[in-house]
Nanobody
């Protein structure tokens, strides 16, 4: 089992920045790709960004390209999401997950060990 805990969410004005963290305990899942998803009220969960196990490959949703940066630190069993130029439409609960099976980054069924999420609210 891998336990994931997200942190770093909060309330920020449009144009501001936040850095989300996702840390793992138990079986750390460090040999797998990780990703961030988000879910806004009354909307489906959507892929935000993913990173390969060695950080050699990253992927971003078109809506966040150029504004968000994903990174990971194996020494801390953590993955981060640096979010800049935030927009009100970025408001959502952000969750991290471990990608256990190969396939497209945005297929949520390929992931396991989801965290509880952290709320990000961007005011206009």
């Amino acid at each position: 089992q891998v336990q994931l805990v997200e942190s770093g969410g909060g309330l920020v004005q449009a144009g501001g920045s936040l850095r989300l963290s996702c840390t793992a305990s138990g079986r750390t899942g460090s040999n797998y790709p990780w990703a961030w998803f988000r879910q806004a009220p009354e909307k489906e969960r959507e892929f935000v960004s993913g990173i390969s196990w060695n950080a050699g490959s990253t992927s971003y949703a078109d809506s966040v390209k150029g504004r968000f940066t994903i990174s990971r630190d194996h020494t801390k069993n953590a993955v981060y999401l640096q979010m800049t130029s935030l927009k009100p439409e970025d408001t959502a609960v952000y969750s991290c997950a471990v990608k256990m099976r190969s396939g497209n980054w945005d297929r949520a069924t390929l992931y396991a060990y989801w965290g509880q999420g952290t709320q990000v609210t961007v005011s206009s």
